[in-house]
């Protein structure tokens, strides 16, 4: 288990605020090796290395493990949405991971399954984004070290499993069991012979518990936990974390119900119970732990069972009826299962007489079956008695999964690996404690048409935060998921989205019966499908996130549901749902197809579609106009419709497509084929071409981003230099390692190229740096499936999970951040002096890198150019005397930039936009030296005027004389 503990943004900063937000395409990579331009994640060490001596501990990539919050703020019903958006300010949750496998899945060809029980956590950590200006180059390149990711991981329970003997001095020490090693749990302790050995051993047997008088099962005691699981549930109640079933891997006794057959005619083959092999297995569980310190150490809430709960016994293990009546049922179960007395099975499971014509008893659980992919869900219920005090109850609620089930049976009984065909459940079961289970729907009930699925996920939203005000309780929602049944030819994928209203009044209060099913259990009538047909495609896997409405999100709930996989793709879209409006109307937030908000379409990725490649320019200050509104960016077509239809029949769709097209394509395009074909050309193909040149290298994963400042006669690194070919004589006709057919060729205008003849070479680059550095790549993780999902501080987080082609495993940490940052101006230079310095701020704690932009009247005299909040904008160059262009209107644009690469949307002269009126400053030096020498040449004429004067005297008295 491991846990993160600090805040996605960063320590409090003083800034002003917007009194609106808008959605955008982007998230933030809090950890992980660096999969984008704008930041540097938390890059975390190998796993190899020892978790106590590694400066970057994280955990390993893998699919399958739970998460859960700690000490998160918990919107409460019985608060206004102010009082809970104050209530989460004051938090500091800590998000903890637990479990999962690190291994690939079993139709990969590897075989490997290592899951895992440990438990890691993060130092405190005040700051989850930091701005590093040491990283911050003269040239103002955009280096992603400048944006660092503070996130930090720290392990707190490595995980623990039993030793593999008994602790004795024979020499072959008798092999020891997951089961009697936990064997000294409260919860089951009573089964042994003499409980009174787990009584709490004198402190030195922890020191050698070989000393006479030690027991090894209560030493042991401190140190159980859950096994290793994938698949498993996991929630925080009443302030504890619990961990729920899930498929385990723990050294067990092999059952005489998993040999099956015989040898050579002698007949079945049956071990003494007592002598059976012990060894690593795999086994599906339903166990409930519990932990109150931050998964430390642990307790075994409720052992569960190794059979099946009652319904799906009868549904699929009822193995021979009477000939005459088939309801009556003769022979039900395994051999493992048969029991005279509940102390015959195993955990909670009791011994049932389910047979109509025998005495035969088998072993039921009275609680939900062993199961993984399961979901669970947390309610939080109250009641307002009439002293003004608030009862409190969380509830938990465990939907479906799958169980396994045997199709094969020897004589009359089923027999069979236990891990034979799995089986997707639709039962609902609830419980305030983990000990005591209450079913709602019973497995395999067709009466709602729910159907049983595996790898869903499910939430309880809120009364208080929903639109239908005219039903104020509480909604268990489930989503999606996959099909499985033996019978079933293949998999089905699901998109629907089911609800059950559930009570919120506690089941139990103080110094009161606990209330009856009636009024603590909800009504299976209720439950109903909110769509059996989403606006997303069918999956299962997915990661489904509850944002609770707060001052952030301008108290609009809503649902976010992200990732998950079918039988071909493995998706890495996003949807929301509001659900503060009526309609169940779910939006796509993934912008690479198209769907995206408007004042984001300049998001783009290296695949969105070319129609989308747009000339964005800012909005126009004109002279002595101000701009008091927010104004977004100004676009137009660089093709049109007709142009994508060409381009597309050449089997260009794409920015990729367009930047990877050789010679021959592009030459196509703009009008050039073979003899005898005829062909349509794109006007502005090679213009399109440059674009998507420099913008596929702008979003292509570098050391140093260096697109922002690029020097406009740059060319891109990729581009094709021409060579001498095609020109006549002895030169070879041009193909396609020779010339891009677009770059000029200096003094050449036509060449000759191979298979098309001569051909017009273009005489001039197009400078794309302008419309390029409008243009931002959009920052989303890779498509994933059974990851792990959760709202923590203010934001979605999403960890871990398995790659589309199912090889590879995923070691990273994204944030959603649907808030566009906005730059503030705080200081500015006043008009009509020749003042030269900015200081700028951002309305998002996250965003303290900026990019400014200067328009001498409307031409563009810089471009985009970085800097940050404490270094600011020095435009001193503008002067004359320094080579700059003299006095004049000037007007500054600035935006922010966040971790997640979003930046301002919206342009005002409110806040960042600045036009004023340089004057360069005097030259001081020059006019103190004029004076200087002024006052010199005046003094210096005096004095020879004196001279002058005296000497003319003198010579006029030596006349008289």
């Known amino acids: 288990m491991l846990t993160f503990d600090g805040s996605l943004d960063a320590a409090n900063h003083s800034t002003a605020t917007s009194s609106f937000s808008y959605m955008s395409t982007n998230w933030a990579q809090l950890a992980g090796i660096r999969s984008q331009n704008i930041a540097t994640p938390y890059v975390p060490d190998q796993w190899s290395r020892s978790p106590a001596t590694s400066i970057r501990p994280m955990w390993s990539a893998r699919w399958g493990h739970a998460v859960v919050v700690l000490n998160q703020a918990v919107p409460r019903k019985y608060l206004t949405a102010e009082q809970n958006s104050e209530r989460a300010k004051d938090s500091k949750p800590i998000l903890v991971l637990l479990g999962g496998d690190d291994g690939l899945p079993w139709?990969?060809?590897?075989?490997?399954?290592?899951?895992?029980?440990?438990?890691?956590?993060?130092?405190?950590?005040?700051?989850?984004?930091?701005?590093?200006?040491?990283?911050?180059?003269?040239?103002s390149?955009?280096?992603?070290?400048?944006?660092?990711?503070?996130?930090?991981?720290?392990?707190?329970?490595?995980?623990?499993?039993?030793?593999?003997?008994?602790?004795?001095?024979?020499?072959?020490?008798?092999?020891?069991?997951?089961?009697?090693?936990?064997?000294?749990?409260?919860?089951?302790?009573?089964?042994?012979?003499?409980?009174?050995?787990?009584?709490?051993?004198?402190?030195?047997?922890?020191?050698?518990?070989?000393?006479?008088?030690?027991?090894?099962?209560?030493?042991?005691?401190?140190?159980?936990?859950?096994?290793?699981?994938?698949?498993?549930?996991a929630a925080v109640v009443n302030g504890k974390i619990f961990v729920i079933g899930g498929r385990a891997r723990e050294y067990a006794r092999?059952?005489?119900?998993?040999?099956?057959?015989?040898?050579?005619?002698?007949?079945?083959?049956?071990?003494?119970?007592?002598?059976?092999?012990?060894?690593?297995?795999?086994?599906?569980?339903?166990?409930?732990?519990?932990?109150?310190?931050?998964?430390?150490?642990?307790?075994?809430?409720?052992?569960?069972?190794?059979?099946?709960?009652?319904?799906?016994?009868?549904d699929t293990e009822v193995w021979s009826r009477n000939i005459s009546d088939p309801s009556l049922r003769q022979n039900i179960g395994s051999i493992g299962s048969r029991c005279f007395l509940s102390s015959d099975c195993q955990g909670i499971a009791e011994c049932k007489d389910l047979a109509n014509e025998t005495n035969e008893k088998v072993c039921v659980c009275p609680m939900f079956s062993p199961r993984e992919h399961h979901s669970l869900s947390v309610q939080h219920r109250f009641s307002l008695e009439d002293d003004g005090t608030i009862i409190e109850e969380d509830v938990m609620y465990v939907i479906g999964g799958f169980t396994t089930i045997k199709q094969s049976f020897c004589a009359d009984r089923a027999c069979g690996p236990s891990d034979g065909y799995k089986v997707a459940l639709d039962d609902i079961w609830m419980s305030s404690d983990g000990v005591q289970w209450t079913q709602l729907k019973s497995a395999f009930d067709n009466s709602n048409n729910f159907t049983a699925r595996g790898k869903h996920t499910s939430l309880v939203v809120p009364m208080s935060f929903q639109n239908d005000t005219s039903d104020m309780r509480d909604r268990l929602l489930i989503f999606g998921g996959e099909t499985a049944h033996p019978k079933d030819l293949s998999t089905n994928f699901l998109n629907d989205v089911w609800e059950l209203p559930l009570p919120h009044q506690p089941c139990c209060k103080p110094n009161t019966p606990c209330a009856g099913d009636y009024e603590c259990t909800p009504s299976m009538s209720d439950f109903k499908p909110v769509t059996s047909n989403a606006n997303w495609p069918a999956r299962s896997g997915q990661m489904t996130i509850y944002e609770p409405p707060s001052s952030s999100n301008l108290f609009q709930p809503r649902i976010y549901l992200s990732g998950g996989s079918n039988d071909t793709t493995v998706h890495a879209d996003v949807w929301s749902w509001r659900l503060d409006v009526k309609e169940t109307k779910w939006v796509s937030l993934d912008a690479i197809d198209g769907t995206g908000l408007s004042e984001f379409d300049s998001y783009l990725s290296i695949d969105s579609p070319l129609p989308r490649l747009k000339i964005y320019e800012l909005p126009e200050l004109k002279l002595d106009?101000?701009?008091?509104?927010?104004?977004?960016?100004?676009?137009?077509?660089?093709?049109?419709?007709?142009?994508?239809?060409?381009?597309?029949?050449?089997?260009?769709?794409?920015?990729?497509?367009?930047?990877?097209?050789?010679?021959?394509?592009?030459?196509?395009?703009?009008?050039?084929?073979?003899p005898g074909r005829v062909t349509r050309k794109v006007e502005n193909v090679c213009l399109l071409r440059e674009i998507a040149l420099a913008f596929v290298e702008k979003c292509t994963l570098n050391n140093v981003h260096t697109l922002t400042n690029a020097n406009p006669l740059q060319q891109p690194s990729n581009m094709k230099l021409p060579s001498l070919c095609g020109r006549g004589g002895e030169a070879k006709p041009c193909t396609e390692k020779d010339w891009d057919g677009c770059s000029p060729m200096k003094d050449v205008r036509v060449v000759d190229v191979h298979g098309l003849g001569d051909v017009d070479v273009p005489q001039i680059r197009?400078?794309?740096?302008?419309?390029?550095?409008?243009?931002?790549?959009?920052?989303?993780?890779?498509?994933?499936?059974?990851?792990?999902?959760?709202?923590?501080?203010s934001k979605a987080v999403i960890l871990g999970g398995i790659d589309s082609n199912r090889k590879l495993l995923h070691r990273d940490v994204w944030a959603r951040d649907e808030e566009s940052p906005r730059a503030i101006i705080k200081t500015m230079p006043a008009s009509l002096t020749p003042q030269h310095s900015f200081s700028f701020d951002s309305n998002e704690d996250g965003a303290h890198v900026f990019e400014y932009k200067l328009f001498r009247e409307q031409e563009h005299i810089t471009n985009w150019t970085i800097t940050t909040s404490s270094i600011g904008a020095d435009v001193s160059w503008l002067?004359?005397?320094?080579?700059?262009?003299?006095?004049?209107?000037?007007?500054?644009?600035?935006?922010?930039?966040?971790?997640?690469?979003?930046?301002?949307?919206?342009?005002?002269?409110?806040?960042?936009?600045?036009?004023?009126?340089?004057?360069?400053?005097?030259?001081?030096?020059?006019?103190?030296?004029g004076i200087l020498t002024g006052l010199v040449l005046i003094i210096g004429g005096y004095f020879e005027y004196r001279r002058r004067r005296r000497k003319t005297i003198l010579e006029k008295f030596a006349l008289r004389r």
């Open 625 to 674: 106009e101000l701009m008091p509104n927010f104004t977004a960016h100004s676009s137009r077509d660089i093709m049109n419709s007709k142009d994508f239809d060409i381009m597309s029949l050449a089997n260009v769709s794409t920015i990729r497509d367009l930047a990877l097209a050789d010679l021959y394509t592009i030459l196509k395009l703009r009008g050039f084929d073979y």
């Open 254 to 314: 092999i059952s005489d119900s998993r040999l099956v057959g015989d040898i050579a005619g002698r007949g079945r083959v049956e071990t003494s119970r007592d002598h059976s092999s012990i060894r690593e297995d795999v086994v599906l569980k339903n166990d409930v732990w519990s932990s109150e310190d931050e998964g430390r150490t642990w307790k075994l809430v409720n052992p569960g069972c190794e059979d099946h709960q009652q319904d799906v016994l009868l």
């Open 141 to 233: 390149l955009f280096n992603p070290a400048l944006i660092r990711s503070q996130m930090t991981w720290t392990m707190i329970n490595p995980g623990r499993v039993p030793p593999p003997f008994w602790a004795t001095d024979e020499q072959y020490p008798p092999p020891l069991t997951n089961d009697e090693w936990i064997a000294c749990q409260d919860s089951i302790k009573h089964k042994l012979i003499d409980p009174s050995i787990c009584n709490e051993p004198p402190i030195f047997c922890y020191d050698d518990i070989k000393i006479p008088g030690c027991n090894e099962q209560a030493v042991w005691k401190k140190e159980n936990m859950w096994s290793p699981r994938r698949g498993s549930g």
């Open 879 to 929: 002067d004359d005397k320094k080579g700059g262009p003299g006095k004049g209107w000037y007007t500054l644009y600035v935006r922010a930039v966040d971790p997640a690469g979003n930046r301002d949307a919206y342009f005002s002269t409110q806040t960042n936009v600045y036009r004023w009126y340089y004057i360069p400053p005097v030259p001081w030096g020059a006019v103190s030296g």
């Open 766 to 793: 197009h400078n794309v740096t302008r419309i390029v550095e409008e243009l931002f790549c959009q920052q989303v993780p890779d498509g994933r499936a059974l990851g792990a999902g959760v709202f923590v501080d």
């Open 107 to 139: 139709d990969t060809g590897n075989t490997s399954f290592s899951e895992y029980n440990h438990c890691p956590c993060t130092c405190d950590s005040a700051q989850a984004i930091h701005v590093d200006e040491r990283y911050f180059t003269e040239d």
